[in-house]
């Protein structure tokens, strides 16, 4: 079946230098895609969107890019803290750009070294 | 706002064993959905609602009901627990937007079948 997935389970970074996190998905019918950032023990947090129509998009500190040709999503996340430290998730709707109906990834763990 | 509310948040079943799972949200979103997540594994969706009334069944909905009779409240029922359904319990919601269409997440419910 069809799925989201990333390259790199585990990222390890020191504090202040730059992260990206990658994604690979392989339906080409998704036109939505979202990042969230999960913490030990809570829910995920949501953190960056995109659209399909769409090939950048920038947050406070996060960057998202699109690139639809290789189906390819990545994260980046400027002057990484330690409180960046969580397990990353991209997640894919197919469809109706809504959330309501989102297919993960795996997940990557990113540690901040101090 | 309290947000997204689950309760509770551990439970161990025996086998064959029922339980609802509760999940509320003061933010009167129109969407809600369950996910599970299983170690190492991003979320998969169980059941969804875009609505009071309305459900859908999501990629793993085999042995759980749901039910959507507030826009509020909407309850994942276990009518006969197995093994297999040992996992966290994630319940979400979201108000559909032009731009931004933030899913939140509640904090979680972590069962344990035995």
């Known amino acids: 079946g069809e799925s989201v997935g990333l390259h790199l389970p585990t990222l390890s970074v020191q504090e202040g230098d730059n992260s990206i996190i990658n994604c690979a998905y392989s339906n080409s019918a998704s036109d939505y895609f979202i990042w969230y950032k999960q913490e030990s023990g809570k829910g995920p947090q949501f953190i960056i969107d995109i659209r399909s129509n769409m090939d950048k998009r920038q947050g406070q500190r996060v960057t998202v890019l699109l690139n639809k040709t290789v189906k390819h999503l990545s994260l980046q996340i400027a002057a990484t803290q330690p409180g960046d430290s969580a397990v990353y998730f991209c997640a894919e709707n197919i469809g109706g750009g809504s959330n309501y109906k989102l297919t993960f990834g795996k997940g990557t763990l990113l540690t901040v070294n101090p | 706002n309290a947000g997204v509310t689950q309760t509770p948040k551990f439970q161990v079943l025996k086998t064959g064993q029922s339980m609802t799972l509760q999940c509320a949200q003061d933010?009167?979103?129109?969407?809600m959905s369950w996910y599970r997540q299983d170690p190492g594994m991003g979320l998969r969706l169980i059941h969804y609602s875009v609505g009071a009334g309305i459900t859908d069944q999501g990629e793993v909905p085999n042995g759980y009901n749901v039910s959507r009779s507030t826009t509020e409240d909407f309850p994942l029922r276990l009518l006969s627990a197995a093994p297999s359904q040992t996992s966290v319990y994630f319940c979400?919601?979201?108000?559909?937007?032009?731009?931004?269409?933030?899913?939140?997440f509640g904090p979680g419910t972590r069962l344990t079948v035995l």
């Open positions: 933010m009167n979103h129109e969407y």
């Open positions: 979400a919601s979201s108000k559909p937007g032009l731009l931004t269409d933030t899913q939140y």
